[in-house]
């Protein structure tokens, strides 16, 4: 069972930039079965839906967290 030489280049490629430390987002989103087939346009509305959900999450702790340091 070869490879392609595409398949062989992008696999060279992914490994010489883990070896660098940097993972771009295209490579996150490959590694995912859920998120392969979206598009950009998909992936920038999930990127925004899954900020707000974290703002929703966070913000009142970090409120609660402020507010109880000021009275303290």
Known sequence: MALSDEKIDVQL????TEAR????????????????????EEMDALNKRVVKIMDWRLMPCITVMFLMSYVH
């Not at 490629?13 to 010489?16: D, G, L, S, T």
């Not at 430390?21 to 950009?40: H, N, V």
Request: no cysteine; glycine share 4%.
């Open 13 to 16: 490629e992914e490994h010489a």
């Open 21 to 40: 430390g940097i993972i771009t987002p295209e490579e996150i989103q490959a590694r995912f079965e859920t998120l392969r087939d979206l598009s950009k």
